[in-house]
């Protein structure tokens, strides 16, 4: 298995901060976060063809969390910036992709639960 140092997290909103979601990022993993920095701008761009709104953001991780399992969060701030959070499952779960809504606020927030290998 590779080594995971970041993983993107991309989310496109209808209006400015309501109606978001998270949206597949072209590359989850990557071994580094350089590597992600480089492919956020044009999945970004992707997004904006298809949102009013586009967030991203490459989040470093703990490799070791990632083989185990990780809850993903992400949540948009007041002053309209993306933040993501990568901590560990309290429960292990060996789940891909599996989300639960939770907002927060005005703010949208999304919690992600699972294993990438």
Sequence with gaps: MEHVAAIMVL???MQETTACREVPSPVVA???????HALLPPAMEEIGKVFRTAYGKC???DPALIVESAVIEWTITPARKLEVTVTPEEEPLRLRAVSVLRP???????RSKGAYS
């Design 11 to 13: 989310v496109g909103c």
């Design 30 to 36: 990557f071994e580094t976060v350089e590597e992600c």
């Design 59 to 61: 989040a470093e991780v």
């Design 104 to 110: 927060t606020s005005d703010f949208p927030h999304r």
